[in-house]
T-cell receptor, first 112, second 116 residues
Framework: GQNIDQPTEMTATEGAIVQINCTYQTSGFNGLFWYQQHAGEAPTFLSYNVLDGLEEKGRFSSFLSRSKGYSYLLLKELQMKDSASYLCAVSYSGAGSYQLTFGKGTKLSVIP | GAGVSQTPSNKVTEKGKYVELRCDPISGHTALYWYRQSLGQGPEFLIYFQGTGAADDSGLPNDRFFAVRPEGSVSTLKIQRTERGDSAVYLC??????????????FGPGTRLTVL
């Protein structure tokens, strides 16, 4: 299988910084995506990494290390509206379709 | 611009019935995906269309599931003889499709299917 592992739940304080980790199997790796999903809503695209390093987009940044099969999503200046599930998803080549394999998601709770 | 739309938003049916779920992708996106998401899980891939053809249907759980995209735009996911285990949120996503690299997939709001 192509397990995508991420913590089930995290809690952080409003205004703080939180890092959500994701590990994946490296064979056939073709790109990694982070999505945000609020309860009862569809996933929304946050970031995409295909090369090693950090991609910054406003308060959100995503890091990738292909050799380690590791990524993290960094959320800065947390706001209450950031409470959601964060999904790590990997595209594997050879599948013929660039389908995404998702982790189970990390439920982030932001508290005052 | 308009995003991915899906209808109906909710569907309640009885075990053994037939259902159709519709997806209207973002205009210009040639790639279309169907996923299924159960509570507490990430989305699971079902089927992928590139244009009109189902290029990868390896995620369909069995032959009760079928999908079409006859004109390369709107897609319909069809489930025959529904079972209680089919209850889930069915998500549709679309993207550009380049030659080598994966592209971001944009999801619709989903159809919540409940089989009684």
């Amino acid at each position: 299988g192509q397990n995508i592992d991420q913590p089930t739940e995290m809690t952080a304080t409003e205004g703080a910084i939180v890092q959500i980790n994701c590990t994946y199997q490296t064979s056939g790796f073709n790109g990694l995506f982070w999505y945000q999903q609020h309860a009862g809503e569809a996933p929304t695209f946050l970031s995409y990494n295909v090369l090693d390093g950090l991609e910054e987009k406003g308060r959100f940044s995503s890091f990738l290390s292909r050799s380690k099969g590791y990524s993290y999503l960094l959320l800065k200046e947390l706001q209450m509206k950031d409470s959601a599930s964060y999904l790590c998803a990997v595209s594997y080549s050879g599948a013929g379709s660039y389908q995404l394999t998702f982790g189970k998601g990390t439920k982030l709770s932001v508290i005052p | 611009g308009a995003g991915v739309s899906q209808t109906p938003s909710n569907k309640v049916t009885e075990k053994g019935k037939y259902v159709e779920l519709r997806c209207d992708p973002i205009s210009g996106h040639t790639a279309l995906y169907w996923y299924r998401q159960s509570l507490g899980q990430g989305p699971e891939f079902l089927i992928y269309f590139q244009g009109t053809g189902a290029a990868d249907d390896s995620g369909l759980p069995n032959d009760r599931f079928f999908a079409v995209r006859p004109e390369g735009s709107v897609s319909t996911l069809k489930i025959q003889r529904t079972e209680r285990g089919d209850s889930a949120v069915y998500l549709c996503a679309s993207s550009y499709q380049g030659p080598k690299l994966a592209h971001a997939q944009f999801f619709g709001p989903g159809t919540r299917l409940t089989v009684l």
